[in-house]
Structure formats: C-alpha cells, structure tokens
C-alpha cells in the first residue's frame, strides 16, 4: 500500500536500499572473488577466443549475482568492467572497440544483477512460504494431538492425510509408517470391502451413509488384533478437494468391562442356585430326619418285641438290629450334611490327622477308581493331630483332590496323586496334595487364588480362594509348587496339637465360636 504511494524514482530507490541490506557482507566478498577468479582464469589461459575475458567478467557477474542479488551483482559489474577496460588498454586493444565491449559487458551486468535480484527475492519468498506452511502443519499436528480420540484423515481415495498421536496409540502403527498408505490397513475383514464401497457409493451418488453417523466398527492393530471402536466420519471441502476425518473411539475396555460384569453376573446367579440348593438339600435334611428318627424308634420297639416272642427267632433280631443300625447311620449321614451345607461357625478342635483323611478317602474312592487315578496316602498312618475344624479342613482337602484329578481327567500317562504329611516349623504340620498331572498353567500361576479364577468352562474359581481362606483362619498357609511328579503341588500347614486334651476349640486368634 505505502509503495503505491511513492514515485518510481523514490520506489527504485527504495528497492536498491533494500537489495543492498539484504545481501551480506559475504556475498560482496564472493563478488569480488569470483570477479578476482575470472581475471585468474583468463591470466591463466590467455585470449583462447575472441571475448574470453568478457564473457568470464560476465560469467562471475552472474554467479555473484545467483547468490548475493542486486547490489553484489553490480559490485562485481563495476569491477569488471573497470578491471577489463585496463587490461584490454593495456593489450594494445582498440580504444574504441575496448569501451564498446566495456559498456556491453556493463549492461548485460546490469541486466545480470537485476535477474539475480528477482531470483533471490522469489525464493525468499517461497522460503517465507515454505515456512508458514510448516508452521501451520505443526500447529495443526499440535491441535490433532490433543484431540482426545483417535483421529485420521483421509482422501478422497482412501489415502491417509493424518494421523494424530491417539491414533497412533489406537492402532500401534508410526505416524510414519500410516501416512500415503491407504486407510483399509486399519481395517479387518469385513469392513475393508465395506469402506470401499461407502466411498465409491458416496462418491458417486452423493447419498450419505456413513458420514456423520457414528457406529460400531472394528479396527486393526499393527499387532494383528482386532478391536471394536466407535467410528463417526465428518467430510471437510478444501476447495475442489474433499477429505474425510474419522475420529475413532477404542471400546475395547468398556467391552472388557461389559463382558466382566455379565460374567460375573453369571457367576452370582451360579452362587446364588448353589445356595438355594443348599438350603433346600438342607431343608429336605430336615424333614427326612423325621421319619428317620421314627423308623430307628419303631425298628427298636420291634426288636423288643422279637426278643419277647417264643420261641425266639435270632435271625429275624439280627436283622431288625442291623436295620436300626443302617437308620441311625443315616441319620448321621443327613446330621453332617446338614451341618455342612448351613456352614456353621469354625469349631476348631484337636483332629487325629489319619482319621481326617481316611474319611477323605472314604468321600473321593470312588471318584478315583472311575477315573482310573491312583491315590496314594501316607503309607504310615500318621500319629498326629491337627488343631482344625474337621468338616472345613476336609472340605479344602476334597477340593484339592478334585482340581488334580480333573487335571489327570485328560492328561495322557501316569495318572496318580499323593498326599504327604511332614512336619513343619514353629509346630506346624505340613499336608501336601500332588499330582502327576500337566501342573497349572502358566496364565493361571499368578491368579491361582483370586476368586472366579478358573481354566474349566464347569468351574467357578472359587475352591482355591476358598480354601485358602479357611486354612488361613486355621492359622495356616496354603500356597503352590510345582511338583516332582510332573503336575501341581499344594501345600498346606495346620497347628500340630500336642495331645489329645489340647482341644480348646479354636485354636487360631479370634476365629473361636
Ligand atoms: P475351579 O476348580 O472352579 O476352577 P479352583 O479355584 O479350585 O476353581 O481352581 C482354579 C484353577 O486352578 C483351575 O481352573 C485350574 O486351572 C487350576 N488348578 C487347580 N488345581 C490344579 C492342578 N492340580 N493342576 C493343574 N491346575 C490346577
């Protein structure tokens, strides 16, 4: 606006002064050199041809003005035009014919260090533009990285424009490696075939499908996996182009976390019919025991009453006798259910650990032989005795034997389970359950004891958190190792008891009832 203002004289003026701040103080030093050079050159070599020295000034007047523009393009002229004039005066030249060639080679300087000017003043300004454009693409990059989604841009074919920093985290791939390739590698099988059918749809009908709507789609890491993200596409016109931004949302914790919840959803619901059967087996307990309690009455009544009979009949006595036995059995049977299903309180007292475990054996015989597994107990009934609720205790030791034999279930090979006793430190005794199974699995080893932790579709992952929970109430430890017979080992400690009147019940802190 000023510069329209001022008169062309005032405007060259201007333009001079600037042609003349702009180059450096190097720039007039290169003219003078390589006006200085060319002099050399033609010293050198002499007259080679006609103009030799003149088209050398002309050459390093060019060249000063390539690199320096206006003001160092005229030094260099001055100089060679001065500088040539003497030589050529020198050499005996013409007058006339050196002054011509002076001017001429004056003017085409002149005309040189003008266009060196333009030059420079064009790729200072493409410089200047170059710059913008990269200060403008930083901010932008700078803008996108905060976008809190994922964001991609894209063209009109697919192309991968941008790429922000979440989606960088998102998809697992380098800025670098995205960009110019086309936006199908961030996508699994269906949805490839599907994008390019949107895009060529939209292209050509102009009909929306996608665009604005936001969906659940699946994305495809750079690792392979498969995600679900929720994808909304916006369209941006730049001029004649147009782009598409997709910013995408990874779903794949909140999925993690539906999924968690629906499972243990299931999982209470499991917990809550197991209980109800409790309660109704117990119920049913109850009510059995009734008849029962009449039946063993009756059963007695009749006994008497053969005794009384003459002549007598012993093998009718016997028999009643045996019939009352089996019905008070049974009512011992239902007596321990129930206790067992109603959960009681710990009633921690001094257990023979043999008789512990044979009624063990008793429970899980059957199970062992129908599944071919060789259960081996201690060959020496051991002596000692344990301070722990007998019912409880039993329950881990059940719990351990079934995990290792559905670990032997499918496992191929010896199929046997041992169990040890051994003394332990500070008056402990040490119950170890091992198997020669394929041992526990890898995934599982740090989760082993957290509750709904479980390798089988049947399982509730329950046993081992329980069971832990109890022997630690028992004042005890239950961890695992590995075993030498090939599978898991679980080992637990109890509180030996000395003898046989150390039954206080309870013995472990503040877990007596
Ligand atoms: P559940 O038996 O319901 O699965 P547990 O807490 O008793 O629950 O066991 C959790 C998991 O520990 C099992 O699913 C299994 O993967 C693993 N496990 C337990 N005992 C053994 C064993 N003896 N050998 C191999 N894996 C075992």
Aim: hydrophobic content about 45%.
């Amino acid at each position: 606006m000023k510069s329209a203002l001022l008169s062309p004289f005032q405007q060259t003026i201007s333009a001079f002064r600037s042609a003349i701040a702009s180059a450096s103080w190097s720039d007039y030093a290169f003219a003078v050199l390589a006006v200085g050079a060319a002099f050399l050159i033609y010293a050198a070599f002499g007259r080679v041809f006609a103009y030799s020295l003149d088209l050398l000034c002309l050459l390093a007047v060019l060249i000063a003005a390539l690199r320096g523009g206006l003001a160092p393009g005229l030094l260099a002229t001055v100089i060679a035009v001065a500088a040539g004039l003497a030589v050529e005066l020198r050499q005996n030249e013409p007058f006339v014919e050196a002054h011509v060639r002076a001017a001429m080679v004056f003017v085409l300087g002149v005309v040189g260090a003008i266009g060196g000017e333009n030059r420079k003043r064009l790729s200072r300004t493409a410089q200047l533009a170059g710059d913008d454009i990269r200060e403008r693409e930083a901010h932008l990059q700078s803008i996108l990285d905060t976008v809190p989604n994922a964001m991609i841009v894209i063209d009109e074919k697919g192309t991968i424009e941008r790429f922000s920093r979440t989606a960088e985290e998102t998809f697992g791939y380098d800025r670098s490696e995205t960009i110019g390739r086309n936006v199908r590698m961030l996508m699994p099988p269906p949805y490839v075939n599907q994008h390019d059918r949107y895009l060529a749809d939209y292209l050509r009908t102009g009909v929306r499908r996608v665009i604005g709507v936001g969906r659940e789609v699946e994305g495809l890491r750079k690792d392979g996996s498969v995600f679900p993200m929720e994808l909304s596409i916006g369209e941006v016109r730049m001029g004649p182009q147009r782009m598409f931004t997709g910013f995408a949302r990874d779903l794949s914790k909140l999925r993690d976390a539906e999924a968690r919840q629906r499972q243990l959803q299931q999982e209470l619901a499991h917990v809550w019919r197991l209980n109800s059967l409790g309660e109704f087996a117990s119920t049913i307990a109850h009510e059995v025991n009734q008849p029962l309690a009449a039946l063993s009455n009756y059963l007695r009544g009749a006994r008497s009453l053969a005794l009384d009979a003459t002549p007598p009949n012993p093998r009718l006595i016997d028999a009643l006798s045996r019939a009352g036995d089996q019905a008070l059995r049974a009512g011992e049977i239902i007596r321990r259910t129930r206790s067992f299903l109603r959960r009681e309180g710990t009633d921690i007292r001094s257990e023979k650990l043999d008789i512990l475990l044979r009624e063990v054996e008793a429970l899980t015989e059957m199970l062992a032989k129908d599944r071919n597994i060789r259960v081996v107990y201690p060959a020496d009934p051991p002596d000692a005795r344990v301070m722990a609720d007998k019912v409880q205790v039993q329950q881990v030791l059940l719990n351990l034997l079934r995990n290792a034999f559905d670990a032997l279930q499918l496992h191929e090979g010896r199929k046997e389970v041992r169990i040890s006793v051994a003394p332990a430190p500070q008056e402990m005794l040490l119950v170890k359950v091992e198997d020669s199974g394929p041992g526990v699995s890898p995934d599982m080893l740090d989760r082993l004891f957290q509750p709904m932790s479980t390798t089988r579709a049947a399982g509730m992952g329950l046993g081992l958190s329980i069971s832990r929970t109890i022997i630690e109430d028992h004042g005890g430890r239950l961890w695992h190792e590995s075993s030498p017979l090939g599978g898991a080992a679980f080992c637990l400690t109890l509180r030996a008891a000395t003898n046989e009147g150390d039954d206080k019940s309870g013995g472990a802190d503040g877990l007596h009832h």
